[in-house]
């Protein structure tokens, strides 16, 4: 429904830039939110795109453009501007969303913009710059209310009238002592019902949530989801109040952390994006697929050990694909449960074993169950042979043995990498699949050799 | 960090549990949010938790506490109390609430409940109740602001200084005709600077934005976050205001949906949860294996097919897991980034050509550099053998053709999916891997046994 909205709005911007129709593309422009702008900028040709951005004339609009635009659009872009057009965009800005678009350029660039820049927008945008990627310094902003907190009710309000009419969010007051402290927080609603004279320090909460400039921004999102805030405060060492995370950029925090997560589980990287070239793609994937590389060769190797088996029962090698797999598959699911249950807070690493133990149980009963189905399978497909019970034994033991330690390794090693602070979504995808290949192909030969008596 | 805290609070609670000490417990209830509450209830064994929730005596601080509780947990609690005392609990919460806690009741409980509510508040409930799951009806609160157009500015402000006291998120004024039709929306700022007499529908903004009813909480919460808006007006067919769905709800919807589609691109089905006991478990992921179990009973045969071939060659066996393996992640990488790609409005059904051929692209190139790596070690391993640079070419286009097809069908079938409009995260999982185990297996042969001339 969203998406159809913008594809035929892209369209009929096509057919307008066919015709050379510049003052409805101009009221398009104008009407059109920037988050729908961005997304319609994404369907366009490249030329399109930039004959459709040179009928833009608003600064504060091509600004609210560019903090919505992917990377490499914004890059094309503004490699269209002089540098003080750049300069005027950027000064139109909130000081975040320049601080991460500066990140996207090459530093002579950004250092003669942030030069040109007024003094007071390019302060903060270095101070923001300054803060490490990914906490909450980076993305805060320095859009707040911060109100002294002998001030009484009445004046609150007409301070609010008056000198914060721009403050996009106003909807905490934060308090704040002689030197810049944050010592409460006090509501609009609390504003109405006090006594005008009352100064805020005899109302405000004092039990405040705050992060400090260096907390990791998903600590962050992670306290604004739990406690329903439409924004955090952020304080530096000294518990001075320099900016605040609003909850727009919360959300945008869950949805990326969330896609970081499932990348790396599929043993992707983090930092692939999708409108990358097939050379950066393939670098960036190249690496990932080394380790199932690496367990292949392992596997390789183990099944050439049992060649002998091989020999005297070729059908050995045809039930490799189906043990493997049911392993490969419950590992997947039981890491993946785990992963998400880790990212989501349901589950605790202090109950590793309970976890690791309820998998454990899973992975056995779904073993035993498949296991027999596969048994079967293999008792009738040999029905005639004398070795048939045999085989069909080992292949069941063999599928109980493979989804059961699947479902151990798949659940234990992310809850042993959360507790050693290794990120665990990173290293479970790629670790755990390798690893069950290698032991799943090593007990079925151990398995049907004993059983078969090679 | 924040898990520490509420570990460390759930410990003294054990403590002070152990040693009655009913006053240092109701003074820790009273200071905690109910979000550190519920986690902290997480953390106790059902003794405890019981005990602990018999020294709450605050019906609303109850209330808050349920509305953050895991289902099991909740259930374990309710069941302690008399019918009286959650009526008491649930006229004190939000009807969002209640109706969703509602639904976790047996049908008998939860009409006896509504009988002996408020009438006014079981008829907000039952309301909420009848909206179908999912969709903005069943997310949205009555909890919103609506002035007729033609009230002047400074008769909103009385009337939000009076009304309008208990509205928990007075964001956004939205303004209704004389039938109660939205018509328009005005910012608390905008009251602020007109001219006190102007009535609203002289500068209320008419370009507004809403959902309906029955609209999919994940196309609202897409549009509260395109658009960083903090709540999103719910119209019903006659485009009458009867509710809004506020950020707080969005953040959980998206981490919820995020959760969902991880699980079902593991193929673990999009309902479970951590919490349930092993046999819901092991009969939630049951099904979710078939796929697998029939993929693997294929290659089995396909395999068994080729029964000749191996009993000349046995060591091509040893081949089967890198083979399978390199195929499986490649796959794996493929779907994942286009299943994320479509939840996340980067990668659009379009485009399905030219995703799918960067896709297949990318699958070539890294098919080449690990089929030559493949390659190389079967030729070394087998040096001395005349059929060394056969196999050794047949295991190198074995890869190259498995790794290609795999990235080819990953990025194809969840777009298929999505033009389709079935889930691409729910059925790219198991197809994929499934069908990509039984393609390199059978070209892996094939190959063999023609360049090999068995």
Same mark, same amino acid.
């Given at each position: 429904m969203l998406k159809d909205k913008n594809l035929i709005l892209a369209d009929s911007i096509r057919r307008l830039l066919r015709r050379g129709a510049t003052k409805s593309l101009q009221k398009i422009i104008k009407k059109t939110h920037a988050a729908d702008l961005s997304l319609v900028f994404k369907e366009l040709s490249r030329v399109n795109r930039i004959n459709f951005f040179q009928l833009m004339t608003d600064p504060e609009q091509k600004g609210n453009l560019f903090s919505e635009l992917e990377e490499h659009i914004f890059l094309e872009l503004i490699a269209q501007l002089d540098i003080d057009e750049i300069v005027t965009i950027f000064e139109s800005m909130a000081a975040d969303d320049v601080a991460e678009l500066m990140g996207y350029l090459d530093e002579t660039l950004s250092d003669a913009i942030l030069e040109k820049m007024k003094n007071e927008d390019s302060i903060e945008v270095e101070h923001l710059m300054s803060y490490a990627e990914d906490t909450a310094g980076s993305i805060m902003v320095p859009d707040f209310i911060a109100i002294k907190e002998n001030v009484g009710a009445r004046d609150v309000i007409a301070a609010l009238q008056n $000198? #914060?009419?721009?403050?996009?969010? =106003?909807?905490y007051i934060y308090v704040v002592d002689e030197y810049g402290k944050l010592v409460g927080v006090c509501s609009l609603r609390q504003l109405v019902v006090v =006594? =005008?004279?009352?100064?805020?320090k005899e109302f405000m909460a004092t039990d405040i949530v705050s992060v400090n400039t260096y907390t990791d921004r998903e600590d962050v999102a992670e306290l604004v989801a739990r406690y329903d805030y439409l924004a955090i405060p952020v304080v530096d060492d000294d518990n001075r109040l320099v900016g605040i995370v609003t909850v727009d950029d919360v959300i945008d925090i869950i949805s990326e952390e969330a896609t970081v997560d499932i990348l790396k589980m599929a043993g992707v990287?983090? $930092? #692939?994006?999708?409108?990358?070239t097939v050379l950066r793609g393939t670098r960036i994937r190249l690496p990932w697929l080394f380790a199932s590389f690496l367990g292949g060769i392992a596997a390789f190797f183990i099944i050439g050990g049992f060649h002998e088996s091989l020999a005297k029962y /070729? #059908?050995?090698?045809?039930?490799i694909p189906v043990i493997m797999g049911m392993g490969g598959n419950i590992g997947t699911q039981s890491s993946t449960i785990v992963v998400r249950g880790i990212a989501t807070g349901r589950?605790? /690493?202090?109950d590793i074993w309970s976890v690791v133990g309820k998998e454990l149980s899973i992975g056995l009963i779904l073993g035993l169950i498949y296991g027999l189905f596969i048994g079967i399978v293999a008792k009738l497909r040999f029905?005639?042979? =004398?070795?048939s019970l045999q085989l069909a034994f080992s292949v069941c033991l063999a599928v109980i043995s493979s989804m059961s330690v699947a479902a151990l390794v798949g659940s234990m090693v992310p809850m042993l990498f959360e507790k050693l602070n290794i990120d665990p979504a990173v290293a479970t995808g790629p670790f755990v699949t390798t690893s069950m290949d290698i032991v799943s192909v090593y007990f079925y030969f151990m398995i049907a050799t004993l059983l078969l008596g090679i």
């Open positions: $000198d #914060y009419l721009d403050v996009e969010m =106003p909807f =006594p =005008p004279e009352k100064p805020l990287g983090e $930092d #692939y994006v999708e409108t990358q /070729t #059908y050995l090698a045809a039930f589950i605790n /690493t202090r029905i005639s042979e =004398p070795f």
